[in-house]
């Protein structure tokens, strides 16, 4: 005879309630890591949105159902939390417009004379050349640095402050 066929309704009742305050947070802290690692923040953030609207829809008619809740949430959050912070999550990939240099030439010719120019005016020096093409499209062909881009930007700023 099993422990489940001996035990009363009563004590597998609460046998099963005990399993369930005891494992439950455990497997929901390891599959929260998992998809954290598989999707990234993103997931876990939908995740997070989906199961504090359903807690919040459930309803009941215990007199602490309300603080039951509020403790499933906050329990919620400290999981999320640990799931966003651990260094195996999956890190989104960065916008490649926000890398990218203003009127940069997406020809490969054009992209081939600015880095065969910037490897010929490095010469002989150990670093590798960084290409930055000017910020001006359709402007000459001549490689101008990060610095002259920068300075070119707050030149025309302030020109056109200076408009009324």
Known sequence: MSKFQAATP???????LEASAYFTPMMLHEALLRLSHACGGESLGRF????VDQIEATKDDRPDFETMKEFAIEQ???????ANESPKKKQSLEKMDTRRT??????????EDQ???GLEDSFPASDPPAVVSTAIPGGAKKLVGTDEVLKQQREQAAREARQP
């Open 10 to 16: 009563d004590r597998l009742r609460q046998l099963r």
């Open 48 to 51: 997070e949105k989906a199961m």
């Open 76 to 82: 919620l959050y400290a999981l999320i939390r640990e």
């Open 102 to 111: 203003p009127g940069r030439s997406e020809e490969p010719q054009t992209l």
């Open 115 to 117: 880095l065969q120019a």
